[in-house]
């Protein structure tokens, strides 16, 4: 049996996806969160992720850690 997807973003798969420094990835998550609407600690979703930047999530994939 397969091990289920994350569906979460973290800094760290945005900082592999650009190449942005940590403190740069952590600052576009922040923002993305802000301007959904999300409060201080709640989560994104990769979904949410890839509407807000335009990105399919096919790309992002392969940039994110399992």
């Given at each position: 049996?397969?091990?289920?997807?994350r569906?979460?973003?973290f800094p760290k798969?945005?900082?592999?996806l650009t190449g942005w420094s940590p403190r740069s990835a952590q600052r576009?998550?922040?923002e993305v969160r802000k301007l959904l609407g999300k409060k201080e600690g709640e989560i994104?979703?990769?979904t949410e992720f890839c509407a807000h930047t335009g990105l399919?999530?096919?790309q992002v994939r392969p940039f994110m850690s399992d």
């Open positions: 049996m397969s091990q289920p997807k569906i979460t973003i798969d945005i900082e592999r576009f998550l922040q994104l979703t990769l399919k999530e096919e």
